[in-house]
């Protein structure tokens, strides 16, 4: 934005143990209209509140598409692969098919080895201007070629569909853009 030549730009995020929970009572949720959809939609269980929405999405997507549950499990041994090249990742054990449609259900099609945990982390970024970059002899920095960021639409909660509430529109506006 041309206010500094360049910043250190970080995040973090400090989460407790647990499925994640309400914190202020005195006040709406931000999540009330999305659980109020979703009770809607397919009831609400004892399971924790971001499986039921995105296991909830999931198995949307297998009754309207025939989408198989082994589809869905693909992405957590894809992902196990991966994090098994990672030093620093939480869960770095290669699994298989098998093992993660073995573990116990959380809510269809999720098992627990397809569930993240609630995690802590942190991120950080020098961001500089390619003025500053070319003094300071950075041959190759790194060029973000696009950004775009949006919100609910009328859809996410008014088409009562649960790839809806998970932000199917949100992410399909974000690509085009």
């Known amino acids: 934005g041309g206010i ?8 973090f995020e400090k989460m407790e143990k647990g499925a994640l929970a309400s914190k202020f009572d005195d ?4 999540l009330q209209d999305f659980v109020g959809v979703m009770n809607e939609v397919q009831g609400f269980t004892s ?4 499986a039921q929405m995105f296991g909830g999405a999931g198995r949307e997507h297998r009754w309207r598409y025939g989408t198989k549950k082994e589809t869905f499990a693909q992405i957590a041994v894809k992902a196990r692969r991966h994090a098994a090249n990672n030093p620093f990742a939480i869960f770095n054990d290669v699994l298989s098919l098998e093992d993660i449609l073995a ?3 959380v809510f269809d099609p999720l098992t627990r080895l397809q569930c993240c945990p ?4 942190a991120a950080a970024a020098i961001v500089c201007s390619e003025d500053f970059a070319r003094k300071h002899g950075i041959a190759s920095p790194i060029t973000v070629a696009a950004q775009a960021m949006t919100t609910d639409y009328p859809s ?4 009562k569909s649960m790839i809806q509430l998970v932000g ?3 992410a399909k506006s974000a690509a085009q853009k």
């Open 27 to 30: 006040r709406k949720t931000p």
């Open 103 to 105: 573990s116990q259900e």
């Open 47 to 50: 399971a924790p509140a971001a």
């Open 4 to 11: 500094a030549d360049c910043v250190l730009a970080l995040g």
């Open 118 to 121: 609630p995690t802590c982390g």
């Open 156 to 159: 996410t909660f008014g088409d």
């Open 168 to 170: 199917f529109d949100m």
